[in-house]
C-alpha cells in the first residue's frame, strides 16, 4: 500500500478524501510551467493554497499529533545532534509542522526558519526562534551566519531553482559548517502525493 494511502487510511479519512488532495497535481504543474519572477511568490502561494482547500492535509493532521511529532523530531535531531554545540545558530529550509526546529530550539543559541507561512499558523515561536517565508531560492539572512543548515525534501522544488537555491545556502552558511540534505531518490519513488498514483513525481515534487 503506497505510504500516503497509509497516512490517510490510519486517520480514517473516506476514499473521495484520499483522492481529493491530488489537487496538488495541479498546483503542481502551474509551479512547473512557472517564469522564475512568478515562482517568487507562487511557492508560497500554492502551499498555502493546498493547506486551505485540504484541512485533513497528513501535515496539518500530524501537526496535531503531538506523540508523532515528538518520534520524528527525535528521531532527526539523533541525526544532527552531534553538528549542534550550545552557541550554534541552527536553519531548517522548510520547515513543515515546525517540530524539529522547536526541539532544536532548547540545544542552541538561535533557530531560523524558512517556508510557507500556511502550515506554521498558530505555533508559537520560542524567544530564539524566527520565520521568514520563502520564495523557493533565497535564503533571506545575513551571510555566514549559520552553523548547521537541515533541508528535509526541499531539494525538489523547480529544477531551474536548484543551483541558486543550493549558492544561497552556501552563502549564509558559515566556513566550514554544515548542510545536511535529506532529498528522496526517484528510482524508489515517488515521494510525494503522486506515490498514491504515478510512478514518477508528478506532485509538488518537480524533480526527484
Known amino acids: 500500500m503506497p505510504s500516503c494511502i497509509?497516512?490517510?487510511?490510519?486517520?480514517?479519512?473516506?476514499?473521495?478524501?484520499?483522492?481529493?488532495?491530488?489537487i496538488e497535481k495541479d498546483l503542481a504543474q502551474r509551479l512547473r510551467n512557472s517564469t522564475k519572477e512568478e515562482r517568487q511568490y507562487l511557492h508560497t502561494y500554492v502551499y498555502n493554497e493546498l493547506?486551505?482547500?485540504i484541512p485533513f492535509h497528513p501535515q496539518l493532521i500530524n501537526k496535531a499529533n503531538s506523540e508523532a511529532n515528538l518520534?520524528?523530531?527525535?528521531?532527526?535531531?539523533?541525526?544532527?545532534?552531534?553538528f549542534l554545540p550550545s552557541d550554534a545558530t541552527?536553519?531548517?529550509?522548510?520547515?513543515?509542522?515546525?517540530?524539529?526546529?522547536?526541539?532544536?530550539?532548547?540545544?542552541?543559541r538561535k533557530v531560523y526558519t524558512v517556508d510557507s507561512n500556511e502550515i506554521t499558523k498558530n505555533i508559537s515561536f520560542p524567544q530564539n526562534m524566527e520565520l521568514a517565508i520563502?520564495?523557493?531560492?533565497?535564503?533571506?539572512?545575513?551571510?555566514?551566519?549559520?552553523n548547521v543548515i537541515y533541508s528535509d525534501q526541499l531539494m525538489e522544488l523547480h529544477p531551474e531553482d536548484a543551483i541558486e537555491q543550493l549558492?544561497?545556502?552556501?552563502?549564509?552558511?558559515?566556513?566550514?559548517?554544515?548542510?545536511?540534505?535529506?532529498?528522496?531518490?526517484?528510482?524508489?519513488?515517488?515521494?510525494?502525493?503522486?506515490?498514491?498514483?504515478?510512478?514518477?513525481?508528478?506532485g509538488f515534487h518537480l524533480q526527484e
Do not use: M
Request: net charge negative; with cysteine; charged share 20%.
Open 51 to 53: 493547506f486551505q482547500k
Open 134 to 146: 520563502l520564495d523557493g531560492v533565497n535564503i533571506p539572512l545575513p551571510s555566514s551566519s549559520v
Open 167 to 202: 549558492q544561497n545556502i552556501d552563502k549564509v552558511l558559515a566556513p566550514g559548517k554544515v548542510y545536511i540534505c535529506h532529498t528522496p531518490n526517484r528510482l524508489s519513488g515517488s515521494h510525494d502525493i503522486s506515490g498514491c498514483y504515478d510512478e514518477t513525481a508528478t
Open 71 to 82: 518520534q520524528w523530531s527525535h528521531n532527526r535531531t539523533r541525526l544532527i545532534r552531534e
Open 90 to 108: 541552527f536553519l531548517e529550509v522548510g520547515i513543515g509542522d515546525c517540530c524539529l526546529a522547536l526541539e532544536v530550539a532548547n540545544l542552541v
Open 6 to 22: 497509509q497516512e490517510y487510511a490510519k486517520n480514517h479519512l473516506t476514499v473521495v478524501q484520499v483522492e481529493q488532495p491530488y
